[in-house]
């Protein structure tokens, strides 16, 4: 009985912006790793970013880096992808997901929860 809902999706220009929130519902337990991903058109699905709820701790993938932000509410099981600068390839659908225990890394395998995604459009 675990839910994550993605939301904040849409279609920019290139050089413009947009945020990400994942909403985390059901968990007994706040302390988990989240990871943004993404998949574009005809691709592979590809970890771009991830957060260690606890810790605070965080990665990115080059292909981000200094462009996407994640963040985590303080309050609240809600966690960010801010991302500035957006270019075309940046188009893909994204999703959150959840990983209990273990590693925290980018790779999907070990994520165990997934939401239904949402679509970023650049052009």
């Known amino acids: 009985h675990v839910q994550l809902v993605e939301s904040g999706g849409g279609s920019v220009q290139a050089g413009g912006s947009l945020r990400l929130s994942c909403a985390a519902r059901g968990y007994t337990d706040d302390t988990y790793c989240m990871g943004w991903f993404r998949r574009p058109p005809g691709k592979e699905r590809e970890g771009i970013a991830r957060?260690?709820?606890?810790?605070?701790?965080?990665h990115y993938a080059d292909s981000v880096k200094g462009r996407f932000t994640i963040t985590r509410h303080n309050l609240q099981n809600i966690v960010y992808l801010q991302m500035d600068n957006l270019k075309p390839e940046d188009t893909a659908m994204y999703y959150c997901?959840?990983?209990?225990?273990?590693?925290?890394?980018?790779?999907?395998?070990?994520?165990?929860?997934w939401g239904q995604g949402t679509q970023v459009t650049v052009s």
């Open positions: 997901a959840v990983r209990v225990g273990g590693l925290c890394d980018l790779n999907p395998l070990w994520y165990h929860d």
């Open positions: 957060i260690h709820t606890g810790n605070l701790s965080t």
